[in-house]
């Protein structure tokens, strides 16, 4: 696609229920990201891929956060027994290799959990 | 990682231009200065980067001293759909780098 896009847009949860949210980056981009952010905040790293292998995932905010990038293309975030704290709009953004360090952002999707 | 530091926020007018700087005083030598806008609703949009001097682009223009310890990110005769969260981050051009955000600039611009 032309751009990132982000499966659900919207997603309420009610609270203890596990969800799923998508990331399809842009064909080829090696690097992906994901971000967690609050209202009037800006967007928090959680974890990020090369490829397949996750290089950091030390932003993840509990054990209940679990991502993964099987083939190094689409990745998906998954929260296990989702709280209210965990309400908030979930970004993923993809970037190429090289010295251009710009990263394209999706959408995002926003959680409500109630 | 380098921090950054820039103003929480700012307000301007119509047709004025806008001067957002931003400090980074742990830049390291392989390190990008990229800026980025957010609307509401939207993910951030990657506007200009630059590594030393002037780089100018349709957009906007960012200033970085030598010692490329700040950086200015200039917006030309802005308009109130400028009005938007502007973020400075430092950026590592290895492809194997996080990128790190901070709190940003809220830029509110009035008629």
């Known amino acids: 696609g032309a751009g990132v896009s982000q499966s659900p847009r919207y997603k309420v949860a009610k609270r203890g229920q596990d969800v799923a949210l998508r990331c399809d980056p842009i064909?080829?981009?090696?690097?992906l990201f994901w971000y967690q952010q609050a209202l009037g905040q800006g967007p928090e790293f959680l974890t990020y891929?090369?490829?397949?292998?996750?290089?950091?995932k030390s932003g993840l905010p509990s054990d209940r956060f679990f991502a993964e990038r099987p083939e190094g293309s689409v990745s998906t975030l998954k929260i296990q027994r989702t709280q209210q704290e965990d309400s908030a709009v979930y970004l993923c953004?993809?970037?190429?290799?090289?010295?251009?360090?710009?990263?394209?952002f999706g959408q995002g999707t926003r959680l409500t959990v109630v | 990682l380098a921090k950054t530091t820039q103003p929480i926020s700012m307000d301007s007018y119509e047709g004025q231009e806008v001067n957002i700087t931003c400090s980074h005083n742990?830049?390291?030598?392989?390190?990008?200065i990229t800026w980025y806008q957010q609307f509401p609703s939207q993910g951030p949009r990657f506007i200009i980067q630059?590594?030393?001097t002037k780089v100018t682009n349709e957009v906007a223009s960012l200033f970085i001293p030598a010692d490329r310890k700040s950086s200015t990110l200039s917006l030309p005769r802005v308009s109130l759909s400028d009005t938007a969260v502007y973020y400075c981050?430092?950026?590592?051009?290895?492809?194997?780098?996080?990128?790190?955000f901070g709190s940003g600039t809220r830029l509110s611009i009035r008629p």
């Open positions: 981050l430092v950026v590592s051009y290895s492809s194997a780098s996080k990128i790190i």
């Open positions: 742990n830049i390291a030598t392989n390190d990008y």
């Open positions: 891929f090369q490829n397949e292998a996750q290089l950091d």
């Open positions: 064909s080829g981009h090696v690097s």
């Open positions: 630059g590594y030393k």
């Open positions: 953004a993809s970037r190429h290799t090289g010295e251009n360090t710009e990263a394209f």
